[in-house]
Structure formats: structure tokens, C-alpha cells
């Protein structure tokens, strides 16, 4: 069975870092552009990220670039976003999805920045 | 970054059709953008529905296609059901980039 898990989220302060992760099984992520996307409470689904096959072409959207960093390690089968100085704006679950045509998505993880 | 815009929200009648609309700031969305739609229900990720354009992966149903209409992207549901009752998104891949519409909230009523 395909899978994407994604995990790492929870509640941060202001000002702190997170580390999400993304885990494929059944199929093999090396082959695919992976992306990021994130979904802020009641609200629209907002593209955070992706990066190539190999890593060597990443992008971000605009508002994020310099504190959020997207990386994968297809040894590992896994995708991750590094992310700093987090703002309460932050606050969303966040989905990986990849696979033939994004054909696969993770069901998200939470990160709530809060004091 | 550009905006991509779509309706708020739309209403269909079960069985009827609709058009889902999918717009760029930029200019007239080709398919060199390479859109995507997406369909969300209440605490659900998203499922991919349609990609470059026009294309339906195994899973879509066949009432769903894609297309260029009018110088935007468009999702048209024929034969709408119940279940149909969704968010929808659409995703455009510029040169770096990608950038999500809105959404549509679409209700079968």
C-alpha cells in the first residue's frame, strides 16, 4: 500500500523551530518532485515548497523563503522542511504530497505556534 | 508571486453540470502551466483529481475533466452526485514558483 506520513508537528513558541518529516512507503520517492503545502485553520490550501528529484532545485514561496527549508534524503525514502523562527501566522497542518503527478498526499501534521 | 483566482463558491443540482473556473494573474493560463485540481472534503487531505491540464488519474471519475476555457484552466463536473460535495482547488506550476487558487466550495443542493 502507498503512504505518506508525515510527522514532527506540535505546539511552539514564538520564535522557535520545527522539523517536519515526511516518510514514503510502497513506493519510491527518488523518482518524484516532493512538495510541501500547508492549510492554516478554515482556510485555503497554500503551497510551501518543493525540491527536485536529486535536491538540486528547490523553491519557496515568497513570504517563507530564509526561514522554512525543504530537503529530502531519498536513502531514507523522506522529505523534510526545516523550519525556524515560527510565527503564529505558521499555525496550519501541513501535507507532503508526491508520487506520479502528486498522486499521493499525506494526511498532514499539526503545528501550532502559540505562547 | 501571482494569484490565481477562482469562484468562491458555486451550486450544482444533482445530476446537473458545472464549471469550475481557474484564473492567473500573469495572463491567460496555457498549458505550459501544467494546472492541476485538486477535491478536499471536511477533514480530509486533498486528492488529486486532474493534472497537466487535462489528464485524470485512475481514481478520478469520469464525470470530472479538465480543460482551457477562456483563457483559464476549468474543471467541469457532468452528472454531479451528492458526494461530489467538495472544496476545490487548483494549482498552477509557474517557472519556480506554484501557487494555489482559493478554492471553490461547490454544494449539490
Known amino acids: 500500500e502507498v503512504q505518506l506520513v508525515e510527522s514532527g508537528g506540535g505546539l511552539v513558541q514564538p520564535g522557535g523551530s520545527l522539523r517536519l518529516s515526511c516518510t514514503a512507503s510502497?513506493?519510491?520517492?527518488?523518482?518524484?518532485?516532493m512538495i510541501w503545502v500547508r492549510q492554516a485553520p478554515g482556510k485555503g490550501l497554500e503551497w510551501v515548497a518543493n525540491?527536485?528529484?536529486?535536491?538540486?532545485?528547490?523553491y519557496y514561496v515568497d513570504s517563507l523563503r530564509g526561514r522554512f527549508t525543504i530537503s529530502r534524503d531519498n536513502a531514507k525514502n523522506s522529505l523534510y522542511l526545516q523550519m525556524n523562527n515560527l510565527r503564529g501566522e505558521d499555525t496550519a497542518v501541513y501535507y507532503c504530497?508526491?508520487?506520479?503527478?502528486?498522486?499521493?498526499w499525506g494526511q498532514g501534521t499539526l503545528v501550532t505556534v502559540s505562547s | 508571486q501571482a494569484v490565481v483566482t477562482q469562484e468562491p463558491s458555486l451550486t450544482v443540482s444533482p445530476g446537473g453540470t458545472v464549471t469550475l473556473t481557474c484564473g492567473s494573474s500573469t495572463g491567460a493560463v496555457t498549458s505550459g502551466h501544467y494546472a492541476y485540481w485538486f477535491q478536499q472534503k471536511p477533514g480530509q487531505a486533498p486528492r488529486t483529481l486532474i493534472y497537466e491540464t487535462s489528464n485524470k488519474h485512475s481514481w478520478t471519475p469520469a464525470r470530472f475533466s479538465g480543460s482551457l476555457l477562456g483563457g483559464k484552466a476549468a474543471l467541469t463536473l457532468s452528472g454531479a452526485q451528492p458526494e461530489d460535495e467538495a472544496e476545490y482547488y487548483c494549482?498552477?506550476?509557474?517557472?519556480?514558483?506554484?501557487?494555489f487558487g482559493e478554492g471553490t466550495k461547490l454544494t449539490v443542493l
Open positions: 510502497g513506493f519510491t520517492l527518488s523518482s518524484y518532485w
Open positions: 504530497a508526491s508520487g506520479d503527478h502528486l498522486g499521493y
Open positions: 525540491i527536485k528529484q536529486d535536491g538540486s532545485e528547490k
Open positions: 494549482l498552477l506550476c509557474y517557472s519556480g514558483p506554484w501557487v
